[in-house]
């Protein structure tokens, strides 16, 4: 079975200061993880996707992820976090089986950036 | 294109009670699938699709029914309501097995 990890409910960070959100995952296979973001009363909006490749794999709004394979960890990080951020971050894992797009979300992290 | 159109966004039902969230696409997605999203518990699978007339159960699928009739629309119906399954549900598709999900705005049901 696959699983995803955050470990922090939420994270605090202050405008301008670089910013990561945690991430482990557990598959059996090659993984491909993933980074959304919700802002309140929304749905899920895609961030970034690692396949394979680059270990460090850029997304949208200036976020990043960077794939550790030893570590099993896909951290998500922006250098200059901004208050517009703050929102709530799911990672999420999947791998290829040929029965459909099944991904295993993490429990989410609160991002909070303030002034 | 205006993505994945969920309805209704908001619903109460009564235990016991049968409803139908909708779930229409219009980005010709073989993938859909359903979550729902509970406090602490992030987004957990209940049924899934890889094309019309093919469905399969995910994590979560007890009280819950699907049906894939067109590539465009994958309906969640709920047959007999309970508490439990109050709670926010999303619609999901995608363009294969690994692409990224484009998610419907969510449907907030409540259960009482």
């Known amino acids: 079975a696959q699983s995803v990890a955050q470990p922090e409910d939420q994270v605090n960070v202050a405008e301008g200061n670089p910013l990561t959100v945690k991430c482990t995952y557990s598959?059996?296979?090659?993984?491909?993880l993933f980074w959304y973001v919700q802002y309140p009363n929304r749905g899920l909006q895609f961030l970034l996707k690692?396949?394979?490749?680059?270990?460090l794999v850029k997304g949208s709004y200036g976020f990043e992820a960077e794939f550790n394979k030893s570590q099993t960890s896909f951290h998500l990080k922006k250098p200059s976090a901004l208050v517009s951020d703050s929102a709530l971050y799911f990672c999420?894992?999947?791998?290829?089986?040929?029965?459909?797009?099944?991904?295993?979300f993490g429990t989410g992290t609160q991002l909070k950036v303030e002034l | 294109n205006a993505g994945v159109t969920q309805t209704p966004k908001f619903q109460v039902l009564k235990t016991g009670q049968s409803m139908t969230l909708q779930c229409a696409q219009d980005m010709n997605h073989e993938y859909m699938s359903w979550y729902r999203q509970d406090p602490g518990m992030g987004l957990r699978l209940i049924h899934y699709s890889v094309g019309a007339g093919i469905t399969d159960q995910g994590e979560v699928p007890n009280g819950y029914n699907v049906s894939r009739s067109t590539t465009e629309d994958f309906p969640l119906r709920l047959l007999s309501a309970a508490p439990s399954q109050t709670s926010v549900y999303f619609c999901a598709s995608s363009y294969g097995e690994a692409g990224e999900l484009f998610f419907g705005e969510g449907s907030r049901l409540t259960v009482l």
């Open positions: 598959v059996s296979g090659n993984p491909y």
């Open positions: 999420a894992v999947t791998i290829i089986t040929g029965g459909g797009n099944k991904l295993t």
């Open positions: 690692y396949i394979t490749g680059d270990n």
